[in-house]
């Protein structure tokens, strides 16, 4: 969080938090909702309920052009007690509306050909991969060293590539067996890796392994500690 946020945040304690001005789309873009519309289905004046789970419908909002605006967003961005998403804005925290998940992730290359590496819609490399959950949707979400994030739809078929359980079958293949349970072991995400490393066996296997889910689109937020639509809580 930059510098001078901080320093208003102590000299300003007390500035009301904002709701409703802010989303986060499934792709990872930042829109603006000058009126404040972001809990507002479209054809209707009423937020949404608690068991609401799907901003489809919801308003689109704005988009942000300013690289800018862009940045201080992206670096001032965090998460409180409660699982709510927010938005540093100075002294003022400016709640957001995840139309996916806290972070979307994009894979990323390097400067090997054909190595897969995972980066977060606010630029932070992903390091450490910790479980897996698939929803009935066949959105594919990951628990990472920085919070929950969606795997982003043009990037899902890739990750998909590079999970295999110890025994070295692809995560599709396993869940494909009509006997498979809802959660499997998978090898640790070699992130960084090369994912044809797994066809040619020459990947150094991880001793590690991690938790791959399936789950209802309700399950989601429970299953990973976040809230989608933030509402004011009691102090």
């Not at 050909?113 to 630029?123: F, I, K, S, V, Y």
Request: hydrophobic share 35%; proline share 7%.
């Amino acid at each position: 969080m930059d510098a001078n946020v901080i320093a208003a945040m102590a000299r300003w304690p007390d500035v009301p938090n904002a709701y409703g001005w802010l989303s986060l789309t499934e792709s990872g873009q930042w829109r603006l909702h000058p009126r404040g519309d972001a809990w507002q289905p479209e054809n209707s004046a009423a937020a949404p309920d608690s068991s609401h789970h799907d901003a489809t419908g919801y308003h689109p909002g704005e988009s942000i052009s300013s690289p800018q605006i862009l940045q201080f967003i992206d670096r001032n961005y965090a998460c409180d007690e409660h699982g709510q998403w927010f938005f540093q804005n100075g002294p003022q925290k400016v709640y957001v509306r995840l139309d996916g998940a806290p972070y979307i992730l994009h894979t990323m290359g390097n400067s090997n050909a054909g190595t897969l590496a995972l980066r977060t819609h606010n630029d932070l490399d992903v390091k450490t991969v910790t479980g897996w959950l698939l929803d009935e949707s066949g959105k594919l979400y990951v628990r990472t060293e920085y919070g929950p994030g969606l795997i982003a739809g043009r990037d899902l078929a890739s990750v998909l590539d590079c999970i295999y359980t110890p025994q070295g079958m692809a995560i599709l293949d396993a869940m494909a067996n009509p006997n498979a349970a809802s959660t499997l072991e998978v090898q640790a995400f070699p992130v960084g890796l090369a994912a044809s490393d797994h066809t040619s066996k020459t990947l150094i296997r991880p001793t590690t392994t991690i938790l791959f889910k399936t789950c209802t689109i309700e399950a989601v937020e429970q299953e990973l500690g976040f809230l989608r639509f933030p509402r004011p809580t009691a102090n």
